[in-house]
């Protein structure tokens, strides 16, 4: 069993900040990749940002420059900063992770979900 303990989303004025963040616990022997997801009503899930064990990251481009993500391997935490938030960034952010158990066998898992509002 494994839980995604997500945290920080909340309402903020647009060019304000939020600090996302989501623990991982239960049977982990290795998280490979994390990142977070977001969601708008009536839209597909999209990706917003993906960090990978060795600390490599890849971004939407509609985040480029205004959201970082990071993890603590120790902690099995993901975070996501996120700056100079539009309104277009509203949504429910899902966190995400490709986790390997000790037979090495790889699953996916999401969090879920936190709403982030972002208001004109």
């Known amino acids: 069993q494994v839980q995604l303990v997500e945290s920080g989303g909340g309402l903020v004025q647009a060019g304000g900040s939020l600090r996302l963040s989501c623990a991982a616990s239960g049977s982990i022997f290795r998280i490979n990749i994390m990142g977070w997801y977001r969601q708008a009503p009536g839209k597909q899930r999209d990706l917003v940002a993906v960090?990978?064990?060795?600390?490599?990251?890849n971004y939407a481009d509609s985040v480029k420059g205004r959201f970082t993500i990071s993890r603590d391997n120790a902690k099995n935490t993901v975070y996501l900063q996120m700056n100079s938030l539009k309104p277009e960034d509203t949504a429910v952010y899902y966190c995400?992770?490709?986790?390997?158990?000790?037979?090495?066998?790889?699953?996916?898992?999401w969090g879920q979900g936190t709403q982030v509002t972002v208001s004109s």
């Open positions: 995400n992770i490709y986790a390997m158990d000790s037979d090495y066998r790889g699953y996916g898992y």
């Open positions: 960090i990978t064990s060795g600390g490599s990251t």
